[in-house]
């Protein structure tokens, strides 16, 4: 089952999509990782969900990607006498450590991290930026403010300070409880959310270890100040545009998107650009205008992947959702302009002998009509190094383990699978052909490029680079 496109989707299980015959249908219309909420949802379910798409990946015999994603912690208010008050402009409103139920004068703040961070000048955000309110003062129990705009605050409702940087656990009971889980159940991906500096990166990769790569939701300003600590930090970033709009003016996020994408195709990280891509598809069967161009704005941009949110956890229209998303990326990478921004890559130029066999297969691909790149790769370097080229020939990346398979599927370019363990270069190029052949990249006739380190089985040496030719009954003519 080959993928027409370059680009990944992400799309997230909930209560619309957890069936086996959804997941099926998911998979088939072109999801290559599902995201696991664990804002939502029991571990039970959530080990049935892990259940059933181990159960497809033996049966299509191709690795799926499963990232879990860490609530992080959530600030809110407390309660209000009659649930609700309205605000006048310009009006004083005290945030303090009183339990007792609010009124239109004050509320009730459980988050000793806020006064201990808050300064004169801070805003205070409610209900994802509806609400906002100036800090004038604040003694450490009580912060009095002035209120800047939005009409009313209710119950519990959400808390942003995107002025500040909170003294918060990097993981809190919860996200340690939930990491332990997906750790046990071998998640490929953990998803650290509110990351807010590069050594909370660093804290999780100490708990984390070998056992998943780790992902930085980029979604608080001082996230987008240390991106480049934090990407040294991480396997992957994800662009978090709901939290990050809400920090951020929503008209600063087109611009500040394509920084985080460029700067991660610099590194060779994956990045995934997530939330509202095709929100009108959790009650439409149809996108509008506006999500389309969205879609192809972050593919153009060079994003590895966009996900769905809602659209699959929730919505009317799963399926239709990731078709529609399938296609729009298939349109934007057909563009002879996304072709030139692909061609004159943001990558750093390596020099040493994996980036000069990158160097040589780009130049290859680019004087001889190259179907696929059978690259083999113990610990996956060679495979990302070339995507990092953006070459626009996919990179079928042959591992000996499916763990590494998996990682790997999350990555621009990439058609990741488990190869036996090879002893001799005759046994390589004929793997190689054979697996370009059997996923439909290339027929009889067509060249192949394959990369490999030899001696074999020793990681970090890929040094040779052949041209294959798939010959006629599945033999080969080599040079």
Request: hydrophobic content about 40%.
């Amino acid at each position: 089952m080959r993928r027409h496109r370059f680009a990944k989707i992400v799309a997230t299980l909930g209560p619309a999509s957890s069936e086996p015959a959804m997941l099926e249908k998911l998979f088939a219309a072109g999801v290559d990782v599902f995201r696991l909420n664990f804002s939502h949802g029991s571990h039970e379910q959530q080990k049935n969900n892990i259940d059933n798409l181990r159960r497809l990946e033996k049966q299509y015999d191709r690795p799926i990607t499963i990232l879990q994603d860490l609530q992080g912690p959530k600030f809110r208010v407390g309660l209000f006498k009659n649930n609700q008050v309205k605000l006048q402009k310009g009006q004083t409103f005290r945030f303090d450590n009183n339990k007792e139920q609010g009124d239109h004068s004050r509320v009730y703040l459980p988050h000793p991290e806020i006064f201990a961070a808050a300064k004169v000048g801070d805003r205070l955000l409610i209900d994802d930026a509806r609400t906002c309110f100036e800090v004038l003062s604040n003694n450490g129990s009580e912060i009095d403010c002035r209120h800047i705009y939005g009409k009313a605050i209710s119950n519990n409702k959400g808390v942003n300070m995107p002025d500040t940087v909170l003294d918060v656990p990097v993981l809190t009971k919860k996200d340690e409880e939930d990491l332990a889980f997906g750790l046990a159940n071998r998640v490929d991906y953990v998803a650290l959310s509110f990351v807010q500096k590069a050594s909370d990166m660093a804290y999780l990769r100490e708990k984390v270890g070998q056992k998943a790569a780790i992902l930085a939701k980029i979604e608080k300003p001082s996230a987008v100040e240390d991106i480049e600590g934090i990407l040294q930090n991480s396997d992957a970033i994800m662009v978090a545009r709901g939290d990050l709009g809400v920090e951020f003016p929503p008209q600063k996020l087109p611009s500040i998107q394509k920084t985080l994408i460029h700067k991660a195709r610099k590194v060779g990280k994956p990045v995934i650009v997530a939330t509202q891509m095709l929100e009108s598809m959790i009650e439409s069967p149809v996108a509008t205008r506006a999500e389309a161009t969205d879609v192809d704005a972050a593919v153009s941009s060079g994003a590895d992947a966009v996900m769905l949110s809602g659209e699959t956890a929730m919505g009317k229209y799963p399926l239709e959702a990731v078709r529609f998303m399938n296609e729009i990326i298939m349109e934007a990478e057909k563009d002879h302009r996304y072709k030139k921004r692909m061609k004159s890559t943001d990558a750093e130029v390596v020099c040493n002998t994996e980036g000069a066999i990158a160097q040589g297969v780009k130049a290859v691909v680019n004087a001889m009509p190259i179907v696929a790149i059978a690259c083999f790769t113990a610990s996956g370097g060679t495979a990302i190094r070339l995507v990092k080229e953006r070459a626009l020939t996919p990179v079928i990346a042959m591992t000996p383990g499916i763990h590494l398979a998996r990682r790997l599927q999350l990555y621009w370019g990439i058609d990741a699978g488990v190869v036996a363990d090879i002893k001799r270069f005759r046994t390589v190029t004929t793997a190689a052909v054979s697996t370009v052949k059997n996923r439909e990249y290339g027929n009889n006739g067509d060249w192949v490029v394959v990369t490999v380190g030899v001696p074999f089985g020793h990681s970090g040496n890929t040094n040779t680079l052949r041209l294959a030719q798939i010959g006629e009954e599945g033999a080969l003519r080599s040079s």
